[in-house]
């Protein structure tokens, strides 16, 4: 419950970062999530992801930006804080299969597919745009900065899984 807990803090805490680009903003969310992943079991971390996203519901401002509440779940860039679930569940389960960094460098890199999907799906239908219009917005502009937080999270991940295990938390 503790590591739960400490893992939804940090995201509460890392998440409201963000660079705005636009319609949807380049946020640390998503690599503190897969983080997250790295580190905890597949059963923990979505429970942490889960806390997180509830506390967000709530109203806390824990979404990027500041912003909280459901309006945020459900509006344009809500896609992909509900993405998180499956990529925390995607993430834990693979990285712990394959235990090498370049497998779970592969997971993380793998899941964000997972949360293009759900992010420019979401646009899609609030925005009522085109998939080929989401895509522009919600994909292409975040490949290169998804993919360095991708290798960042399971490169420390990886490191504090050891050190963990090594001290048996």
Known sequence: MTQCSMFAALMCICSPLMIPLGAVPLSAGILVVMFTAVVLSPVR?????????????????????????????????????????????FVSFFSRLCTKLAGVCAACIFSLVIC????????????????????????????????????????????LRTIMSKHQF
């Open 45 to 89: 971390a979505v429970t942490s992801v889960c806390v997180y996203i509830l506390i967000g519901a709530c109203g806390l401002p824990v979404f990027s930006g500041l912003r909280g509440g459901f309006s945020v779940l459900a509006g344009p860039t809500g896609g992909y804080i509900w993405s998180y679930i499956l990529v925390s569940a």
């Open 116 to 159: 293009w999907l759900f992010g420019a799906l979401q646009y899609a239908f609030i925005a009522d745009a085109d998939i080929s219009e989401a895509i522009a917005v919600c994909v292409l502009p975040f490949i290169i900065p998804d993919i360095i937080k991708a290798v960042a999270a399971a490169f420390l991940g990886n490191g």
